[in-house]
Nanobody, 121 residues
């Protein structure tokens, strides 16, 4: 089993910043891609940012230039630095990781429980 535990969400005013963290633990042989998704009320879950094991990144157009994804491969942790936050960034943010629990096992996607980010004055 693999656990992804997110932290760092909360309430922030427009223009403010937050940093999300997601630590993976459990039966981990290796992790390749990791990412952050979000889901606002009444909307589908969408990709916010992704990062490969080699640290190549991709971002949703709506967050480019404001959000930065990074990872620490030693700690099995992925981060999302969110700057210049807008009310439309309000959502539950979920961490995702593609994990192999053994060398002979296939890659499997795991999800965190989600952390609420609210941007409001």
């Amino acid at each position: 089993q693999v656990q992804l535990v997110e932290s760092g969400g909360g309430l922030v005013q427009p223009g403010g910043s937050l940093r999300l963290s997601c630590a993976a633990s459990g039966s981990i042989f290796s992790i390749n891609a990791m990412g952050w998704y979000r889901q606002a009320p009444g909307k589908q879950r969408e990709l916010v940012a992704g990062i490969t094991s080699g640290s190549s990144t991709n971002y949703a157009d709506s967050v480019k230039g404001r959000f930065t994804i990074s990872r620490d491969n030693v700690k099995n942790t992925v981060y999302l630095q969110m700057n210049s936050l807008k009310p439309e960034d309000t959502a539950v943010y979920y961490c995702n990781a593609n994990v192999r629990t053994r060398a002979t096992m296939p890659w499997t996607a795991w999800w965190g429980q989600g952390t609420q980010v609210t941007v409001s004055s």
